[in-house]
């Protein structure tokens, strides 16, 4: 049973414009999302958060939108850069007990197109 | 470089085998975590250790242990192998539990033939 789901394996947009990556969740608990990000060859690096707490964060041409009603979150990338060309994770924590252990989606393939 | 070393990079062995993959933390984390990455999956998460005990455990096999020492690097263990366990294992650490998540190691890519 996937708990956290990205169902867009990849996706390509030209540089410049925005790119939007979603992400949906089933478990009612989860009261932390993470963004990350992976190149080839290298372990994923954290880009951003939000709290369950929030609906919205940004952090310079990133922002995440959280909706909790609908379990769904999304990363927007504006504008675009060739470096963003990534995978990206989608991953949510538990708030039950004391452990950290991060529930990882499958990834998003973005491709930046020149 | 992200603080967070994992060794070896790469390994092969053939099935039935046990080989063991070694993480040390960034300087000053506390909790270490191991995932793997299989062919076309997600992270899945094995386990966590926190100041040399385990806190968590999640889709670790039988066949897999780790433990955490108390320079607080971390081994993990895989018994038994089989064609299926070659992925990407990952280790990862954290201070505790902070806003930031993880900081990753680059990994171990582990081939069973």
């Known amino acids: 049973d996937q708990q956290v789901k990205q169902n867009s394996p990849s996706l390509s947009v030209q540089e410049g414009r925005i790119s939007i990556l979603n992400c949906d969740y089933t478990n009612s608990m989860f009261d932390y999302f993470l963004w990350y990000k992976k190149y080839p060859a290298e372990g994923p690096t954290f880009l951003i958060s939000i709290s369950s707490i929030k609906d919205k964060n940004e952090d310079g041409r990133f922002t995440v939108f959280l909706n909790k009603s609908a379990k769904h979150l999304s990363l927007h990338i504006v504008p675009s850069q060739p470096g963003d060309s990534a995978v990206y994770f989608c991953a949510a924590r538990d708030s039950g007990g004391g452990a950290d252990g991060l529930t990882f989606g499958k990834g998003t393939h973005l491709i930046i197109q020149p | ?113």
């Open chain 2, 1 to 113: 470089d992200s603080g967070v070393t994992q060794t070896p990079k790469h390994l092969i062995t053939a099935t039935g085998q046990r080989v063991t993959l070694r993480c040390s933390p960034r300087s000053g984390d506390l909790s270490v975590y191991w995932y793997q990455q299989s062919l076309d999956q997600g992270l899945q998460f094995l386990i966590q250790y926190y100041n040399g005990e385990e806190r968590a455990k999640g889709n670790i096999l039988e066949r897999f242990s780790a433990q955490q020492f108390p320079d607080l690097h971390s081994e993990l263990n895989l018994s038994s192998l089989e064609l299926g366990d070659s992925a990407l294992y990952f280790c990862a650490s954290s201070v505790g539990r902070t806003a930031g998540g993880y900081t990753f190691g680059s990994g171990t890519r582990l081939t069973v033939v």
